[in-house]
């Protein structure tokens, strides 16, 4: 089968390959990959700015359909279209896996960095990791339903949105997209989308088309006064930072209210990253870290998706063939692209 394969450590490294069809264990099943989304987290592998152990196949995003079962499988069937948690490989044993925080085991090693993951025709997964796809749910949507249930437990779940919420999001990439119809979802009055110039072309312009019409370029507009002007002087209640940018990171504290509450996902290239300490501290706000999904997020997520509460779709830019990753890579690079999806 075809498959893109991060071959050895280093930047770059990255080939489609002929590799055998895995075979599945024990409580696996065997996929047939209908679609793999790229997320961040597969260029990152791709410049080695992030763990993984080569030679391994990238993509943790899929919508797929089970096409073998592995001995004591009874959760799923054959024929079943389903997606699937990144969870793989927890232990099962540590006080986060028998407190429910299975997404954040010292030995999770998951699809895509981890483990083989599904950039390739076909893919393995434990049972107990994966949802069913309802049927009016495509299979490119289906690809999504990951990183919808990264904002339904980041931004639902964690920093908790409320009815009447202002919210800024910071960083109109498909993360920060999908936060803010979540928080729209949850009963925010106003959603405030922040960006760049980089993003004024497609990922703002995306913004204004969902139909959030407070859309700010930061190198435009002061996105300080902004705020304080649509809140009264007050600020916002959550500030959801997606840029992972440090003059995203650091504006943080400028816009939220105090009392309000920071939702921190993007991730920082550089480390340590400056922020703004004793302002919070007067702001006595609340900062949350988020990584990965919770169980609860998914059932959620592909509610939400298949309701058109999220509509993850309309992100969705790119739609290609496998063959094609390069050109789609150098587009998300170039910021040509919002959200890519393979077809294997």
């Not at 434990?126 to 990264?150: C, F, R, S, W, Y």
């Not at 949850?186 to 859309?215: H, M, N, P, Q, T």
Request: with cysteine; net charge negative; hydrophobic share 45%.
């Amino acid at each position: 089968m075809k498959a893109l394969v991060k071959t050895e450590k280093g930047v770059g490294h990255l080939e489609l390959r002929d590799v055998p069809i895995p075979a599945c264990g024990p409580g696996e099943v065997l996929l047939k990959v209908l679609a793999a989304g790229v997320c961040g987290t597969d260029l990152h592998v791709r410049d080695d700015t992030f763990p993984y152990w080569p030679p391994v196949i990238l993509g943790h995003e899929f919508s797929a359909r089970v096409v073998e079962l592995g001995e004591g499988v009874t959760l799923v069937a054959e024929g079943d279209r389903v997606v699937g948690e990144p969870h793989t490989l927890s232990c099962g044993s540590c006080y986060l896996c028998r407190t429910g925080n299975i997404q954040i085991c010292p030995a999770k090693r998951s699809p895509g960095w981890g483990i083989d993951g599904a950039m390739a025709e076909y893919m393995v997964m434990p049972e107990v990791l994966l949802h069913k796809l309802p049927e009016g749910v495509q299979d490119t949507v289906g690809a999504v339903i990951e990183p919808v249930a990264n904002v339904v437990h980041d931004v639902l779940e964690r920093a908790t949105i409320l009815g009447g919420d202002t919210v800024v999001v910071i960083g109109p990439g498909p993360i920060g997209l999908l936060a803010a119809m979540a928080a729209d979802s949850a009963g925010a009055c106003r959603v405030i989308v922040i960006g760049v110039d980089a993003d004024e072309s497609l990922r703002l312009a995306k913004a204004r088309e969902l139909g959030f019409s407070s859309v700010v370029n930061a190198q435009r507009q002061d996105a300080v006064a902004v705020v304080a002007e649509l809140t009264g002087g007050v600020g916002a209640d959550v500030v959801v930072e997606c840029s992972g940018s440090v003059g995203g990171i650091a504006s943080t504290v400028g816009l939220v209210r105090k009392k309000g509450r920071i939702c921190a996902i993007g991730l920082p290239n550089s480390s340590p990253t400056p922020f703004p300490y004793k302002e919070a501290a007067f702001k006595v706000c609340d900062v949350m870290f988020c990584l990965s999904t919770s169980y609860t997020s998914w059932g959620r997520a592909i509610s939400m998706v298949a309701t058109g509460k999220i509509r993850a779709g309309e992100i969705i830019t790119h739609t290609s063939p496998l063959e094609q990753w390069e050109s789609v890579f150098d587009d998300i690079d170039r910021r040509l692209a919002i959200k890519a999806v393979f077809i294997p």
